[in-house]
């Protein structure tokens, strides 16, 4: 079982940048998957999750309307397009299953002011 981002690096607050999770070793259809952040120095923050078909998605309130979270099953692969960055939202983000304690390694985002 594996998960892998990418995506992630260095960009001016109000930029965009799209992260992808690419899943191997399980079903990934049968699972809803989320993205987690962890701000440096900080704990741990669900910042959005998607159900298995992706008819249903959650937001944390502080990337509403900025974030939008996606997959594709035939791709085995989950997203995370994120516009009008913030400075705050400088964090090593990671995909997990919903359900069991795999999640990938994380890609780091960085916004600068």
């Known amino acids: 079982v594996q998960l892998v981002e990418s995506g992630g690096g260095l960009v001016q607050a109000g930029g965009s940048l799209r992260l992808s999770c690419a899943a191997s070793?399980?079903?990934?259809?049968?699972?809803?998957m989320m993205w987690v952040r962890q701000p440096p120095g900080k704990g741990p923050e669900l910042v959005s999750r998607?159900?298995?078909?992706?008819?249903?998605?959650y937001y944390t309130d502080s990337v509403k309307g900025r974030f939008t979270i996606s997959r594709d099953n035939a791709k085995k692969t989950l997203y995370l397009q994120m516009n009008s960055l913030k400075p705050e939202d400088t964090a090593l983000y990671y995909c997990?299953?919903?359900?069991?304690?795999?999640r990938g390694k994380g890609t780091l985002v960085t916004v600068s002011s």
């Open positions: 070793g399980f079903t990934f259809s049968n699972y809803g």
């Open positions: 998607i159900s298995t078909s992706g008819g249903n998605t």
């Open positions: 997990a299953k919903i359900g069991d304690s795999t």
